[in-house]
């Protein structure tokens, strides 16, 4: 057995000292090709350092061989070196017959830069090259599936399997053909390849995906069955318990989601969304001192979260609690693109407090995102009435008859406003 072996040997059972001296004999004892070999099994368990000194150590002794320059252009991707991937990679002509290999690797690295179109392109001269080829068809699929252009990455997956290919480098392949028809919102035939998966090959993501896609059939109870399975596992994989309460509301057990909000909670103590949905069960469930209290945290975690503002200033507003409304909203008000309901709540809070310019310019910030409302426009009309503003009193009372016509008050006052020139 040679060193390289015996090291292998000590490294995967655990026995790191002893692989580190073999590794030392290896590299003055073993063959150039054994010493290949053990560098592609290193990379592959992630000793990304001592693989790269035996690269380099062969590159001194095969300056022409470009499988070396692409192996360890992979590996100074992984450690970030753009600059020296990119050197090995360019040593690399279309003539090599490294040079397939090289386009795939070219495509991580520009992945890596958020360069998509030219990795896009490099994959794409990969598949001219070897259009049969199953990593290159792999490394597409992948591509087109995390920029959720899942119509492709579909077509991709889907050419795989009908060669007969259901699972590369770990991959299951049906579950990702079954996730891009979810992408796709075919949530049918994305079930129908969930439900081809043995119960024995589900992982915990596959799981969860699952029951993502049965959420979006309304079939809540297989959901709550596969969740619930997932939590118990795997009970710190944090984004089920979102998905589930979801699913546990929607079934009409609001105690059941808000306890799984809880435990959701339990795991990610930074999750905004958690916090979010834990407010909104609250509501539901009329325990007011919770949803502040979840409001408050969430916005703790990140102030600029427009939703969760949103839903604080409801709770005030729903509670008369003005002035602290009020106090919650000013730093928010200067921003463009604001949520038109912090206009609105805006609006009101001023109106109580008798900041009537404010209250003023509140209203008319909210006015064109409101045109459909009535309960906006019957307050918006009693509002402009008490400043005296004709102009916004005749604005807001054609609005609000176009969607409720037979309002016999406002009928009438919309006819004296306009025949008596109020």
Do not use: C
Request: proline residues 2%; aromatic residues 12%.
């Amino acid at each position: 057995m040679s060193y390289s072996e015996q090291a292998l040997q000590k490294i995967e059972n655990g026995d790191i000292e002893a692989g580190n001296r073999l590794y030392a004999w290896a590299l003055r004892k073993d063959d150039d090709d054994t010493l290949n070999s053990f560098a592609e099994e290193l990379y592959s368990l992630g000793f990304d350092k001592k693989a790269k000194r035996i690269y380099e150590n062969l590159l001194k002794k095969y300056s022409d061989e470009d499988s070396l320059h692409v192996n360890l252009a992979d590996i100074e991707i992984g450690q970030g070196n753009t600059d020296e991937a990119l050197q090995n990679l360019a040593v690399v002509k279309p003539d090599s017959d490294a040079y397939l290999q090289s386009l795939l690797v070219s495509a991580d690295l520009y992945q890596t830069e958020e360069l998509y179109e030219v990795s896009e392109q490099k994959l794409l001269e990969a598949e001219r090259i070897a259009p049969d080829e199953q990593v290159v068809l792999f490394a597409l699929a992948e591509f087109y599936n995390m920029m959720q252009n899942y119509k492709k990455a579909a077509s991709y997956y889907l050419t795989l399997i009908k060669q007969g290919i259901l699972k590369l480098s770990s991959v299951d392949l049906v579950a990702r053909l079954a996730t891009a028809y979810a992408g796709m919102g075919k949530f049918e035939t994305s079930m129908a390849y969930f439900e081809q998966i043995k119960p024995g090959n589900k992982t915990p993501d596959i799981l969860f995906q699952q029951g993502f896609v049965y959420l979006q059939l309304k079939n809540y109870s297989s959901a709550i069955d596969l969740l619930t399975q997932l939590r118990e596992s795997n009970p710190d994989y944090v984004s089920l318990y979102t998905i589930l309460a979801t699913a546990q509301e929607k079934n009409g057990d609001v105690q059941a989601a808000y306890k799984t909000v809880q435990e959701g909670i339990g795991f990610d103590e930074f999750n905004e969304d958690l916090f979010s949905q834990a407010a909104e069960l609250a509501n539901q469930l009329q325990n007011y001192k919770a949803v502040e209290k979840y409001l408050k945290t969430a916005l703790k975690v990140n102030p600029e979260q427009m939703r969760t503002v949103v839903q604080l200033s409801n709770l005030y507003i729903q509670k008369q609690r003005y002035q602290e409304n009020y106090d919650l909203l000013q730093p928010y008000i200067q921003e463009n693109d604001l949520d038109p309901q912090i206009y609105w709540n805006i609006a009101v809070s001023n109106e109580h407090l008798e900041k009537f310019l404010e209250a003023k310019q509140a209203y008319e910030n909210a006015f064109p995102f409101f045109t459909n409302n009535t309960d906006f426009l019957h307050a918006a009309v009693y509002f402009f009435r008490q400043v005296g503003d004709r102009e916004w009193i005749l604005n807001s009372l054609k609005a609000y008859l176009k969607l409720a016509p037979d309002d016999s008050e406002f009928s009438l006052m919309l006819e004296d406003y306009e025949t008596n020139d109020l």
